[in-house]
């Protein structure tokens, strides 16, 4: 069998594992990067939604819960999930950092991590969205916020001169987002790290406390072959990296795949008397900041996401599409505690499995946020609102909102809940009984496998953790390889950009504007 060295091997080329592909490769490592989704460069995509999202999303977009009440997004190529973003920047919330040192003694240097937060905005070109591409049912929802005594915020986002064409969730087909599969990806290999796409990690060959190698599957061709290297990173994501290590027979103390939390998400549909043309633009504007309880996104999905999502059921679902001109969304997002688990799959080959149950306290936080976007919606003028229920409910007035508690008794009840911030399933902690890697990224009783990716969380952010998970990738390249980040990332895409244009170091890039290439 075919055997590929180096000395670093990382697995999963999203939010976590380019970023420490790119660290250890430029401090002069021989570092290998494996991903099992193919890799699309933007010439390669399309804004045909169902042929990209079976290409680019885990299980073709259909990975679910076992209660197949809830939907389950991850992404499947070069870039992972941060190809299918929509941009939306945060840095970590301090209430969470204060909650994991307290509770779970995860106690992340907050110097360290803001200095990775700031590498992270320059290399991404994080900066507040342009107006000019902002959907035209931003102005409406602005009003409707500030009419319920709300502030609208505008969202960061990591763009480089985006034309809001409003494909942002099928990957950007004019290179305009600055994912891992644009930035920290390609600089890495400026630094000589090797990338292979379609190969997928099967299994974990592991000795006693040393993993031996890694036993993985070309996709394209089906050939088996073995990867050796030093060091072992897991970067797969939460959901796969414990899924790989319960395939590899690695259970820690009965600890790998347990607290699992979620960003989850409901989202509420509205429809104008007048075409708003929503489309028209980027899909997440602004948002209405309601921590601790939850956060609001506007949201305008391309029709068949959007479709997917809205609720109503056959001729009035089909009939209710031909309004989609009228139409637009908000999404409520609620954090969960870490009650979910990931389960080793009953058959050989099949995905993990994964079970989770909202509680009535977060159903409640997710009744009071979409409540809250109907009252938007009525606020900026819409005279017929659609929240997210399985047993149809029409809002016209405020009065009608009074049916929604009954509505909110059972995750069942609700349509298009599911979540596409994943967190934990190896969290992070400094007791082997009730954790998986300890404070250095390393899985308890192995001296050379590490996990760096958002299944180390011990809960879930409450807002959109990229730029997170990211920083931590940042913040671990210490603690795994004693390799200290430089103060600015001078080398990637956006910095030559800057350089080229002479703009000031925290000026945001805008190439270009105007017609998007066909
Ligand atoms: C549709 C969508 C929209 C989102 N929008 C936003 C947003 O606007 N802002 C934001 O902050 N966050 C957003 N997120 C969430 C964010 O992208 C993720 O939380 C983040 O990318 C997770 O980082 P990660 O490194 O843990 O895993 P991922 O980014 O999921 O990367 C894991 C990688 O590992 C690969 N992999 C898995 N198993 C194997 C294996 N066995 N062998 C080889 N490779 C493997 C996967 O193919 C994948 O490429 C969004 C997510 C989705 C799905
Ligand atoms: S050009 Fe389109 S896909 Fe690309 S970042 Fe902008 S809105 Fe998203």
């Keep these: 069998m075919k055997t590929i060295r180096a000395e670093y091997v990382i697995v999963g080329t999203g939010a976590a594992g380019p970023v420490l592909a790119y660290h250890l490769a430029r401090a002069g490592k021989d570092v290998l990067m494996l991903e099992r989704g193919p890799h699309l460069t933007p010439e390669k995509l399309s804004q045909r939604e169902t042929e990209m999202v079976g290409r680019l999303f885990k299980d073709g977009g259909a990975q679910m819960n076992t209660a197949c009440d809830m939907f389950l997004l991850q992404g499947n190529g070069v870039g992972g999930s941060t190809a299918l973003t929509n941009g939306v920047c945060f840095h970590f919330p301090d209430a969470v950092l204060d909650r994991w040192a307290t509770e779970f003694k995860v106690d992340l240097d907050r110097d360290r991590i803001a200095a990775a937060q700031r590498r992270v905005d320059s290399v991404l070109n994080v900066h507040e969205l342009e107006r000019d591409v902002f959907n035209p049912a931003t102005p409406l929802l602005e009003n409707g916020i500030r009419a319920i005594g709300r502030e609208p915020l505008h969202f960061r986002k990591n763009f480089l001169d985006c034309v809001g064409c409003g494909y942002c969730t099928v990957g950007c087909k004019y290179g305009r987002k600055m994912h891992s599969g644009m930035t920290w990806v390609p600089m890495a290999m400026q630094h000589g790290a090797r990338l292979m796409a379609m190969t997928e990690v099967n299994k974990i060959d592991a000795g006693g406390a040393t993993v031996r190698g890694l036993k993985c599957r070309d996709l394209d061709s089906g050939e088996k072959f073995r990867v050796e290297a030093d060091r072992y990173i897991l970067s797969c994501g939460a959901i796969n990296t414990p899924g790989v290590l319960l395939r590899s027979g690695i259970k820690g103390e009965d600890t790998v795949g347990k607290w699992v939390s979620f960003n989850v998400g409901s989202i509420c549909f509205a429809e104008f008397p007048e075409p708003i043309d929503a489309f028209d633009g980027d899909q997440m504007c602004v948002w209405v900041n309601a921590l601790p309880d939850y956060v609001l996104e506007q949201l305008h999905n391309p029709p068949a996401s959007f479709a997917l999502t809205m609720p109503l059921w056959h001729r009035e679902h089909y009939d209710q599409l031909d309004r989609y001109r009228y139409m637009t969304s908000i999404g409520a997002l609620v954090a969960t505690d870490p009650r979910g688990q990931i389960h080793h799959p009953p058959i050989p080959g099949w995905h993990e499995e994964i079970t989770f149950k909202a509680s009535a306290g977060e159903l409640d936080r997710m009744r009071r946020g979409i409540e809250e976007s109907a009252r938007i919606f009525l606020a900026a003028g819409a005279t017929k609102v659609f929240p997210p229920c399985a047993e149809t409910l029409l809002i016209r007035s405020e009065d009608d909102l009074k049916h929604l508690p009954s509505r909110f008794r059972m995750q069942k009840q609700l349509t298009g809940f599911g979540s596409s911030h994943p967190h934990g399933g190896c969290r992070m902690g400094v007791d082997?009984?009730?954790?998986?890697?300890?404070?250095?990224?390393?899985?308890?009783?192995?001296?050379?496998?590490?996990?760096?990716?958002?299944?180390?969380?011990?809960?879930?952010?409450?807002?959109?953790?990229?730029?997170?998970?990211?920083?931590?990738?940042?913040?671990?390249?210490?603690?795994?390889?004693?390799?200290?980040?430089?103060?600015?990332?001078?080398?990637?895409?956006?910095?030559?950009?800057?350089?080229?244009?002479?703009?000031?170091?925290?000026?945001?890039?805008?190439?270009?504007?105007?017609?998007?290439?066909?």
């Design 432 to 518: 082997a009984k009730t954790s998986v890697v300890d404070p250095e990224f390393r899985v308890w009783g192995f001296d050379n496998l590490h996990v760096c990716d958002a299944s180390v969380f011990p809960t879930s952010l409450a807002v959109n953790p990229q730029v997170p998970i990211m920083a931590l990738a940042d913040y671990a390249v210490h603690a795994i390889a004693g390799i200290e980040p430089p103060a600015t990332v001078e080398d990637g895409p956006v910095a030559e950009a800057r350089r080229r244009l002479g703009l000031a170091p925290d000026e945001p890039v805008l190439l270009s504007s105007g017609v998007p290439p066909t």
